[in-house]
C-alpha cells in the first residue's frame, strides 16, 4: 500500500518522527493513504479543517470567508509516497497511519500550488469542499462555539501576543469574543458578584 505525506520542506529522503505542536499528538511521523487529506498538509498550519463523510469521502470545510484560498493559494509543498510497514498503526481519524520510526521516501512530487491541487481533487470528486457561504447557519454557529472552546482550553486570552492568539484572534473575532466575555462571566461568579 502507498501512503502519503505532504509538507512544503522539499528535498526529504526520510521522514523522521516529530511533535506536532498545536495538536498534543505524541512524536511521530503520520502519513494517511488518502491524497487530498495529505495535500491539507502542504502548508503548515494552527488548524486543518477537515473531516470524513458517512461514505468515507474526504471534506474540507471553510471555517472562515475564502479560508481555502487564504491559507493555501500559491504555496508550494511536496508530496512524498512511502511504503507501508508493518510498525506502522491507524489511528481513529480515517485514512491516517503514525509510526515511531523513521520511514524513508519512495518518491517526491512537487506540488507547485496547493490550492490548485485542493480544487483539482474536488473536480475529480476525490474531495468535497464546503465553502463558508454554503454553510449553514447552525454549522457557524458551532464554528464560532468550537473556536471560542479552542481560545479558553489553550490559555489564548493570557497569551494574546502569540502567533496562535493572534490568529483566531484575526480569523474568528466573534468566537474571541464569546471566550471573552464567558472569562469574564466566570471571574464575576466566583467572585460573587456580576459582570
Known amino acids: 500500500m502507498t501512503l502519503y505525506h505532504c509538507s512544503p520542506t522539499p528535498g526529504l529522503e526520510v521522514l523522521r518522527p516529530s511533535v506536532t505542536k498545536y495538536f498534543g499528538k505524541p512524536e511521530q511521523v503520520c502519513l494517511t493513504a488518502s491524497l487530498p487529506m495529505a495535500l491539507m498538509y502542504g502548508i503548515k498550519h494552527f488548524e486543518y479543517a477537515y473531516g470524513c463523510t458517512r461514505d468515507g469521502r474526504i471534506y474540507y470545510e471553510e471555517y472562515f470567508p475564502n479560508a481555502l484560498e487564504e491559507l493555501y493559494r500559491g504555496k508550494a509543498a511536496s508530496l512524498y509516497t512511502c511504503a507501508w510497514r508493518a510498525d506502522m498503526e491507524t489511528t481513529p481519524i480515517p485514512n491516517e497511519y503514525v509510526t515511531p520510526g523513521e520511514v524513508p521516501v519512495e518518491a517526491e512530487l512537487p506540488v507547485p500550488d496547493v490550492c490548485g491541487a485542493l480544487l483539482e481533487q474536488e473536480r475529480l470528486g476525490a474531495l468535497k469542499i464546503i465553502r463558508w457561504d454554503e454553510m449553514g447557519e447552525k454549522r457557524r454557529r458551532w464554528v464560532v462555539r468550537a473556536e471560542a472552546d479552542t481560545i479558553r482550553e489553550k490559555g489564548l486570552l493570557a497569551r494574546p501576543g502569540g502567533p496562535f492568539a493572534r ?25 460573587g458578584g456580576t459582570p
Open 167 to 191: 490568529y483566531l484572534r484575526e480569523k474568528y473575532p466573534e468566537s474571541w469574543a464569546l471566550a471573552v466575555r464567558e472569562a469574564t462571566e466566570e471571574q464575576a461568579e466566583r467572585k
